[in-house]
């Protein structure tokens, strides 16, 4: 398995040699998939998945949570993974002060949420408001840490991708697309159809 994940690993990489090639890679984002999913050392079954991506050259793979930490060196995921398996059980619980810096950075809750999270974070008694707040921030997380909008993020990034070689194609309302699906954790079905219709009209594999 170890090298099935390295030589994938280096055929995505500009460097030809593992401990060059998995220096090139960061992580991204994280997501936990409801479906059972299969690692990319080929390890089945996975529900913990960490996107990384390759300063160099662009490329995007996914990685088992437990491979990214023993081979690649990368923890991100960890607490991300730890607070979603705690909301999971008990929505009303808190996400990791980390965590809370993740989701914001990635425009997934607002500053206002993020502001409030902040001051309520450690204290034990909340009104009624506060705790609604509170949970419709973590269901916020969850949603946005899902399996669907890592899915909707893959396609948007697919086609940004395709639009670096091809400088005609206007990206305008893709990152449109992208900003939303940022903001809101999934995209509309009338989004997703014209994500699809651009992929399928212009051939983008």
Known sequence: MHYKLTEEIIGLSSSKTWNLAKLEWDFNFAY??????TCLCGHYPIRNICVI?????S???EV???CINK??????GNKIFASIKKLKEDNSKSMSAEVIDYIYNKNGISDFEYKFYVDIHRKRNLSI???????RINEKFLAFTSYETNSHFNRINLVLKWAENNTWFDKNFVMSLKKNCEKNGKLSEGQKTALENIITKLKIK
């Open 71 to 76: 081979f690649l060196g990368i923890e991100d």
């Open 53 to 57: 991506r390759n300063r160099k050259n």
């Open 129 to 135: 408001k506060q705790l609604e707040i509170k949970v």
């Open 32 to 37: 936990y998939s409801e479906d059972l999913q």
């Open 64 to 66: 088992g949570n437990c």
């Open 59 to 61: 490329n995007q793979t």
